[in-house]
């Protein structure tokens, strides 16, 4: 869904205004700590993918995504997850229903990540050098191929071979798709006066056609 | 890096759109109401069994004293001073990283780009906030930002001047825009004026900033430019 998370290349946001690096702290409030803990640690239960995470921010009004900070965000997307994966009656049932990670558990599945290339099972349909054009797509799910790119011609420069594919993910399916990733012109993206510039995108093997 | 835990600053952090700083308030205010949502939801996750306070502390832990940018700053460093890494970095990031123990959540999978003399790189995620956590830490808030999201692809010249970064028309700008699970980290150019210098020396001239693409390596000794 080409949702208020979509932005790349969206106009009227004015200017970026970054805090000094050396003076930033890591987190601006203790409630963006604490939701940040509980995110990731309801997480590690196994009940969501990232790709269910990333989509249960994204399907919100878009006026309200972009109203909201980031961290808000994340708790927009964690209240709506609990309450549709209904953890807290499945506990009350069941007390043993997950297994809860403690400390130990904690830092072992941060150090462990969650890899998403999958073992190749298919032949990739395109290599590195071809030209591509990206599918227009308008659906209504999670999708990780941005607006700006759909209809444009890009060329393969790496593929990164069979990863977790998100549309897919995001509906509890876990399927692997192949990964590329394309180099677009600037000048075909934003027009003649955007000359040495270009964008590169991970894109997944089903986003992208041959240009006819 | 951190703030004490005591610290109230409810809207510090405004919303994705405006990015504002200003708090005209004063800090005795009544918690906000997302402070109280967050709250009651963290008091009935714990009731509930759900989360365990250990694990809270040392997911926080982790991030705040941890994983930061000092890590991507020793791969920087490193590879500016060991031919054969750069090269196996540039070929291999992943690996590569993990061999120096840089492993985990959000750099499962790494590629490492390199700014020379006619290109330069830049990374984003236009659709959220992925970002090199392994090599970086948790990404600023500019980073996550909707100008950032949505004008580094389109205006990446603008952008950058916004960080005072200048970049030669000739310079071929590369955006990489991180939509899939591969992260990209940006491999600064060497300053001048740093002939000689020992990898913790260097170190001290990576700044997260330069690693994203936003800004340039700290200037050596005898920088003139």
Known sequence: MNGGHDLGGRQGFGTVNAEPESEEPLFHAEWERRIFALVLATGMLGQWSIDESRHARERQNPADYLRHSYYENWLVGLEKLLEEKDLVARIEQDAQCFRVPDAADARKILRKGDPTLLPDSTQPRFRSGDRLRVAKRQQAGHTRVPTYVQGANGTVVNHYGTHIYPDQNATGQRAGAHLYCLRFEGSELWGSESFSQSVYVDLWEPYLEEIR | ?225
């Not at chain 2, 060991?82 to 590629?111: C, I, M, S, W």
């Not at chain 2, 999201?149 to 005072?164: I, N």
């Not at chain 2, 210098?197 to 260097?202: D, K, R």
């Not at chain 2, 994203?212 to 050596?220: K, M, N, S, T, Y």
């Open chain 2, 1 to 225: 890096m951190t703030v004490s835990p005591s610290r109230k600053q409810p809207d510090a952090e405004s919303s994705l759109s405006t990015m504002s700083h200003e708090h005209d308030h004063d800090h005795t205010d009544p918690p906000s109401d997302i402070e109280l949502r967050v709250k009651a939801l963290e008091s009935l996750l714990l009731e509930k069994g759900l989360v365990k306070q250990d694990a809270l502390n040392a997911i926080i832990e982790t991030y705040e004293h941890q994983v930061g940018p000092k890590n991507g700053a020793h791969v920087v460093a490193k590879a500016w001073s060991d031919l054969p890494f750069k090269q196996a970095l540039l070929e291999n990031a992943t690996a590569t990283v993990a061999d120096l123990g840089y492993v985990g959540r959000q750099g499962e999978h790494l590629t490492v780009v390199e700014n020379t003399l006619d290109i330069h790189n830049l990374v984003v995620c236009t659709l959220c906030s992925c970002y090199p956590w392994t090599l970086l830490g948790l990404p600023p808030v500019w980073y996550k930002s909707a100008p950032y999201r949505a004008r580094a692809v389109s205006e990446p010249r603008a952008v950058l001047y916004e960080f005072g970064t200048v970049v030669p028309e000739h310079k071929d700008i590369r955006v990489w825009d991180s939509t899939s699970e591969m992260r990209y980290l940006v491999l600064p150019e060497r300053p001048a004026g740093t002939k000689g210098w020992s990898e913790s020396q260097l170190q001290a001239l990576v700044t997260r900033n330069s690693m994203i693409g936003v800004e340039l390596a700290r200037p050596g000794a005898e920088e003139v430019k």
